[in-house]
């Protein structure tokens, strides 16, 4: 990450950090916030609890805050006081602004997991949608295989979770099964998704497509054994069309 290498970290305590020493071998993720946005004020303790988790975990993960505050005193009190023990742009560094520039930040708080080019790799809705889950220990193997820092490319399993390739469903009559049994687990849970019915495999491809909100069709297609990741990219492709995205991912 050639811009962000060069950029001078700081800690809480105002300490300077060499970033390319600080983030070698980590999966990377930039905060931008506030200390004046009240989004921002409600996400950063939730952020601050899974840096603690990953933290306990030995996970190699490290986040940069990346202020937007109108004044240095405003962003050191608004990090020292509220953020967790990562690290920080110093908020005189011009690459404060050029890196929310690069990344097409239009609104905080925004979270991105990118790679060691600088892109990001995972938007922020997803990051964020993630953290603020209180599970975004389950998406550290897909966050580190988009990064390019995982090295085991091609096998593990999520963290909290057990799926792999030979739990996939192989065959349509499956895959519908699987899918009737995610819904069925989330309504149990208390997640009610409208249009759940058990029907046969021709009526279930008359379901109503927009009956599942997005972020609960990542969640359906990740409990049937496709990473986030893959989940995602099938369902950007397909405008979110959830039978088309289960096709192209039960042919790959």
């Not at 050639?2 to 800690?11: C, F, G, S, Y």
């Not at 009240?38 to 939730?46: A, G, L, Q, S, Y």
């Not at 608004?78 to 520039?101: I, M, N």
């Not at 600088?118 to 949608?129: H, L």
Request: proline share 3%; glycine share 8%; charged share 25%.
């Amino acid at each position: 990450m050639e811009r962000l290498a060069k950029t001078t970290l700081i800690r809480r305590n105002g300490q300077e950090v060499s970033a390319s020493a600080a983030l070698k071998e980590k999966v990377v993720m930039l905060y931008f916030s506030a200390e004046w946005c009240p989004p921002c004020r409600m996400f950063t303790p939730r952020l601050k609890q899974f840096y603690e988790s990953v933290q306990a975990n030995n996970i190699n993960i490290e986040i940069v805050f990346v202020s937007s505050d109108n004044t240095e005193g405003d962003m050191m009190s608004y990090f020292e006081g509220e953020h967790g023990d990562y690290l920080a742009v110093k908020y005189s560094d011009p690459a404060r602004q050029q890196l929310g520039q690069e990344l097409g930040v239009r609104g905080i708080p925004a979270l991105f997991v990118v790679n060691k080019l600088g892109a990001a790799v995972v938007d922020s809705n997803a990051c964020r949608a993630a953290v603020a889950s209180g599970k975004a220990l389950d998406y550290v193997d897909d966050w580190r295989k988009a990064a390019g820092d995982w090295t085991a490319l091609g096998g593990g399993q999520k963290l909290g979770g057990s799926s792999s390739a030979s739990t996939r469903p192989k065959t349509r009559e499956e895959l519908r099964k699987a899918r009737l049994e995610a819904m069925k687990r989330k309504k149990e849970a208390g997640d009610t998704i409208a249009g759940t019915k058990d029907q046969s495999q021709d009526e279930s491809k008359n379901e109503s497509r927009s009956s599942i909100p997005p972020l609960d069709k990542v969640e359906l297609l990740s409990s049937m054994g496709f990473s986030v990741i893959q989940a995602k990219k099938a369902l950007d492709a397909t405008n979110h069309d959830f039978d088309t995205a289960l096709e192209i991912l039960l042919n790959q």
